[in-house]
T-cell receptor, first 112, second 112 residues
Framework: GAGVSQSPRYKVAKRGQDVALRCDPI?????LFWYQQALGQGPEFLTY????????KSGLPSDRFFAERPEGSVSTLKIQRTQQEDSAVYLC??????????FGQGTRLTVV | QKEVEQNSGPLSVPEGAIASLNCTYS??????FFWYRQYSGKSPELIMF????GDKEDGRFTAQLNKASQYVSLLIRDSQPSDSATYLC????????????FGQGTILTVHP
C-alpha cells in the first residue's frame, strides 16, 4: 500500500478486556516497529521485527503485551487484561532495513 | 540520563525567524539520525535524516550532525506559522541496530 495502515484508529476497552491492534506496513518494508506514545511525550519503543523475526522486545512493559508478525508483513500487537495505564496512542512504523521509518496514523487506546 | 535528550521547550519564534532545535544522544555507536514533525493529534512525519557529520540542507530545513559531540540539530529558516508543531529527534543504529530511540520532543510555536 501507499503508507502504513493501522486499525482500529480508536479503541475503547473496559479494564480487564483483551485488545488486538493491527498494522499493515508499506509493501516491501523489512523492518516493523511498535511504539507507545503517551500524551506530551515522545514515542517509546515497544518492539521491533525484521521480517517475521522479533529481534527486540525489550520495550514491552509487561507480559500482558505480545506482538507477532507471522508472515513478515502484517503485525498484531495484543494487550491482555488491559489496565488504565495502557491508555496511549500505539504507533506502528516500517522501514527498509536500517532506513527511514514511516509511521501509521496510530491507534488511540482508552481503557475505562 | 535519557538516551536521547532534546532542548526543553516550548520554543516560540516570530514568523520569518530561524528556529533552532537541539538534540544530544548517549550511544556513541549511533549511526542514523532523524527529525520528525508531529502535529497535534497526528502521527510523526519524517522531515530530515542525516547519517554523516556536517550539514544537510533541504529547502528551509538544515540538519547538523556532530558525532564527536554526540549532537544533532535542526534549523528551520524563514519559519512559518505552519511549522508550529512538536519536533522529535530520533536516533538509530549502534547497539540497537534497527531500533529508533526518540527524544521527548520540543514544541515549536511560530507566531505571526
Amino acid at each position: 500500500g501507499a503508507g502504513v495502515s493501522q486499525s482500529p484508529r480508536y479503541k475503547v476497552a473496559k479494564r480487564g478486556q483483551d485488545v488486538a491492534l493491527r498494522c499493515d506496513p508499506i509493501s516491501g518494508h523489512v523492518s516493523l516497529f511498535w511504539y507507545q506514545q503517551a500524551l506530551g511525550q515522545g514515542p517509546e519503543f515497544l518492539t521491533y521485527f525484521q521480517n517475521e523475526a522479533q529481534l527486540d522486545k525489550s520495550g514491552l512493559p509487561s507480559d500482558r503485551f505480545f506482538a507477532e508478525r507471522p508472515e513478515g508483513s502484517v503485525s498484531t500487537l495484543k494487550i491482555q487484561r488491559t489496565q488504565q495505564e495502557d491508555s496511549a496512542v500505539y504507533l506502528c512504523a516500517s522501514s527498509l532495513q536500517g532506513g527511514e521509518a514511516f509511521f501509521g496514523q496510530g491507534t488511540r487506546l482508552t481503557v475505562v | 540520563q535519557k538516551e536521547v535528550e532534546q532542548n526543553s521547550g516550548p520554543l516560540s519564534v516570530p514568523e520569518g525567524a530561524i528556529a533552532s532545535l537541539n538534540c544530544t544522544y548517549s550511544d556513541r555507536g549511533s549511526q542514523s539520525f532523524f527529525w520528525y514533525r508531529q502535529y497535534s493529534g497526528k502521527s510523526p512525519e519524517l522531515i530530515m535524516f542525516i547519517y554523516s557529520n556536517g550539514d544537510k540542507e533541504d529547502g528551509r530545513f538544515t540538519a547538523q550532525l556532530n558525532k564527536a559531540s554526540q549532537y544533532v540539530s535542526l534549523l528551520i529558516r524563514d519559519s512559518q506559522p505552519s511549522d508550529s508543531a512538536t519536533y522529535l529527534c530520533a536516533v538509530g543504529g549502534g547497539t540497537s541496530y534497527g531500533k529508533l530511540t526518540f527524544g521527548q520532543g520540543t514544541i515549536l510555536t511560530v507566531h505571526p
